[in-house]
Nanobody, 114 residues
C-alpha cells in the first residue's frame, strides 16, 4: 500500500506561482502518478499525469502551458509547478498513484485570490 502526503498549498494572488509536492511512503517506481483537483461544488478532475519513467506527461487543456508535472523516483516524490495562476484554479489538489491499485493523498488547498 502506498501512502501519499501532499504539501505546498496556500493562498496566492492571480498571476502568481505555487509549487506542490507529494511524498510517497514507499517507492513510486512503476506507478503512473497524477495530480487531480476538486473545486467546491464540482467533480474531481484530472490536472496532470506522468508515467513511471517520466517520459510521458498529460495535462488538462485548462492548465497546459501553465502547469508542469515532474517526478523524482529516488525520492518517492512527484511535483506540480503552477504558474500564471487564475481564480478558477482554486481547489483542493490531490496526488494520485496508479498501478494495480489506486491511491490518493489527503489533498492540499490552493486558493487563488486577490
Amino acid at each position: 500500500q502506498v501512502q501519499l502526503v501532499e504539501s505546498g498549498g496556500g493562498l496566492v494572488q492571480p498571476g502568481g506561482s505555487l509549487g506542490l509536492s507529494c511524498v510517497a511512503s514507499g517507492t513510486i517506481f512503476g506507478y503512473t502518478m497524477g495530480w487531480y483537483r476538486q473545486a467546491p461544488g464540482k467533480q474531481r478532475e484530472l490536472v496532470a499525469t506522468i508515467t513511471t519513467g517520466g517520459g510521458t506527461t498529460n495535462y488538462a487543456d485548462s492548465v497546459k502551458g501553465r502547469f508542469t508535472i515532474s517526478r523524482d523516483n529516488a525520492k518517492g516524490t512527484v511535483y506540480l509547478q503552477m504558474e500564471s495562476l487564475r481564480p478558477d484554479d482554486t481547489a483542493v489538489y490531490y496526488c494520485n498513484a496508479r498501478r494495480d491499485s489506486v491511491y490518493w493523498g489527503q489533498g492540499t488547498q490552493v486558493t487563488v485570490s486577490s
